[in-house]
């Protein structure tokens, strides 16, 4: 079971600690907390909402001792948003800390004793095995729960723990809920597992007091690029250095921009790029520190249980260098959607993870992802990927933010539009700068200078409905 297995890596470091702004203790401590919880509970899916991200870690570490379902929730992005989740993934019980300590909430209303979220479906054997149901951020569309199980999780934090660089003598900054998958697997569980010493992050994202965090010993940090160019900005005027060795990248793809910003800001420290998503636990390749300066764009090598193909629309693998689409075989693929037969199907078509991902594969094996498949425009015949528009114009200081998308009036044929955050810049002087950067087929025939951009819960652009169609 995974709970023995992280345990017993546990107790080999049983006085490092996890801490938060206002609780510490021991992993001694945090193994009789997970047991006591977990001898709370009884068979069901077990939603987790909690103010404090460490007592989110130990339901969580609770269902798994007990072999119950975890849906870990967040309570940072809202009642609408955790309604949506407990709507969704049908739960038995929720588990709070609205008074300090997890406590137990059946969500048992009606005479049958069926659940107030049930949607009257019987579970079938993927449901009983699942260990977690993890939501996806809905980027492009209805988010689904993937139904992850313990097997899965293993094989990803094993994949893992083969080339992340933790020691136990780290201390890791968890900032990001546990929500999300990369932060659950790719953060918390391979630390109890390495024996790290981990420090949560409970507050809003702020930049300045999360460099104030940073600079308190914290050695390892994992983030977006997004979440660490805000940073690098700062940093130099909250610490004149930091003990900061390894930095993680993750949820978005890097930029030449932003890599050059984060080098900048953090010359000594070794810098890492990896890609995943929910439905594969979620690791699926990652890119080694030593090849981050020279391939920031990339996100590396599958790993080493992973079979990873780059396919056309046809399911035919292309040639090096061609854009198709990322599919990925292995042990850490999810069962499924959660009761979403359909989707489950259209994802996991002829026994491959179909991700949704635009990508190409170089000589080396190195995967480059260029945006999502609903993402990609089709303009006069020509396939054009918003995120490469995107990625040259954040090149230039000026430009804070933008956004590529197809537009379409009418019967009209769709054409490229930006919405750009920028300083200073007039709408002549954005189409001057489109003209000196983007090649003829990328320029766009409309724009928005705009103040902000829309982000979903996970931080991500919200792209507008357009004229894109898919091949």
Known sequence: MLWEYLKQHMLLHPDHRIEDETTCMTFSETIRK??????????????????????????????????????????????????RILQLTTPDFLLTDDDGDLQVHPLKTFADGSSAYSAGANSDAA??????????????????????????????????????????????????PLYHCAVLTGE??????????????????????????LAKEITVFCGTPTLLTHLARVAGRVSA????????????????????QIRKAFPAVRIMNVYGLTEASPRVAY????????????????LRSLEVRVVDKNGMEVPSGTVGELIVRGPSVMKGYFRAPKA???????????????????????????????????????NIY??????????????????????????AHPHIA?????????????LKLCRACLPAYEQPTEIHIVQALQRNASGKLIRPKGGTKHE
């Open 34 to 83: 997970a047991e006591k919880t977990a001898s709370l509970l009884t068979p069901g899916r077990y939603a987790i909402r909690c103010r404090s991200e460490m007592n989110t870690g130990i339901a969580v570490l609770g269902c798994l001792a007990k072999g119950v379902t975890a849906v870990p929730l967040s309570a940072r992005y809202g009642e609408l948003h955790c309604e």
């Open 127 to 176: 449901e009983e095995q699942c260990a977690l149901i993890l939501c996806t951020s809905g980027t492009t569309g209805i988010p689904k729960g993937a139904m992850i199980t313990e097997e899965n999780l293993l094989a990803n934090l094993a994949d893992i723990d083969a080339y992340f660089d933790l020691r136990c003598s780290d201390r890791i900054l968890i900032a990001r």
């Open 188 to 213: 918390f569980l391979i630390s109890l597992l390495r024996g790290v010493n981990i420090r949560f992050c409970n507050a809003a994202f702020e930049p300045m007091q999360l460099a104030a965090q």
């Open 241 to 260: 250095s930091y003990c900061l060795r390894l930095i993680v990248s993750s949820g978005e793809c890097m930029t030449a921009k932003a890599a050059a």
């Open 287 to 302: 890119l080694p520190p030593e090849l981050f300066d020279c391939h920031a764009e990339s996100v590396g090598y599958p």
């Open 344 to 382: 489950t199907e259209k994802a996991l078509a002829g026994g491959w993870l179909h991700t949704g991902d635009m990508a190409c594969m170089d000589a080396e094996g190195r995967i480059r992802i260029k945006c999502r498949r609903d993402n990609m425009m089709i303009i006069a015949g020509i």
């Open 386 to 411: 918003p995120q490469e528009i995107e990625n040259a114009l954040r090149n230039d200081p000026r430009v804070q933010d933008v956004l590529a998308y197809a537009a379409q009036e009418d019967d």
């Open 418 to 430: 930006i919405r750009i955050v920028c300083d200073h810049m007039t709408s002549d002087e954005v």
